[in-house]
T-cell receptor, first 113, second 111 residues
């Protein structure tokens, strides 16, 4: 199926564990993004990538790691999960250009207990 | 970077107009966007406006841009219950590809 998919949709993990959230897009868009959504903060950018093997920090990168070995995949890893990382995580992709639409995945609801 | 602010909640009656406001700090965004998020879903692009425009109309949606005050608004005419959602404004500082989103406005449409 064409589009952008995230997995898992829901995840509960314990403090200190490593967790990886997956994101896959089928359009070969150059740009991919990870956002977290928290009440009162809207969407905050964690990391983004302009192309395979090119990643850069966003507004709130601490505690997260990303990689982009293939254009279509952009996994986000929480190296040692903390309760403050409980959130809804959205992956997005966008083609290069000033007015191109950003397409979002359905989100991953992560709870750290 | 870009800072984008919105009020958190708006409640309107079905059939009325809704106006959702947004203020931003970086005037270098070439385009400004409105996204809609329905419950349990990701964001979807509603409309966008080029920074050289003052207004854009798209069916029930009207976007107004006041560059002097760095103020963006989205008007939804004849608001329906299906319009209940969270609405985000967004811009890309320096006209780049990295979108910065506002805090989101939750629109509740009452019968």
């Amino acid at each position: 199926d064409a589009g952008i998919t995230q997995s898992p949709r829901y995840k509960i993990t314990e403090t200190g564990r490593q967790v990886t959230l997956m994101c896959h897009q089928t359009w070969s868009h150059s740009y991919m993004f990870w956002y977290r959504q928290d009440l009162g903060h809207g969407l905050r950018l964690i990391y983004y990538s302009a192309a395979a093997d090119i990643t850069d920090k966003g507004e709130v990168p601490d505690g997260y790691v990303v990689s982009r070995s293939k254009t279509e995949n952009f996994p986000l890893t929480l190296e040692s999960a903390t309760r403050s990382q409980t959130s809804v995580y959205f992956c997005a992709s966008r083609e290069t250009g000033l007015n191109t639409e950003a397409f979002f995945g359905q989100g991953t609801r992560l709870t750290v207990v | 970077g870009e800072d984008v602010e919105q009020s958190l909640f708006l409640s309107v009656r079905e059939g009325d107009s809704s106006v959702i406001n947004c203020t931003y700090t970086d005037s270098s965004s070439t385009y400004l966007y409105w996204y809609k998020q329905e419950p349990g879903a990701g964001l979807q692009l509603l409309t966008y406006i080029f920074s050289n425009m003052d207004m854009k109309q798209d069916q029930r949606l009207t976007v107004l841009l006041n560059k002097k005050d760095k103020h963006l608004s989205l008007r939804i005419a004849d608001t329906q219950t299906g319009d209940s959602a969270i609405y985000f404004c967004a811009g890309a500082a320096g006209g780049g590809n990295k979108l910065t989103f506002g805090t989101g406005t939750q629109l509740k449409v009452e019968l």
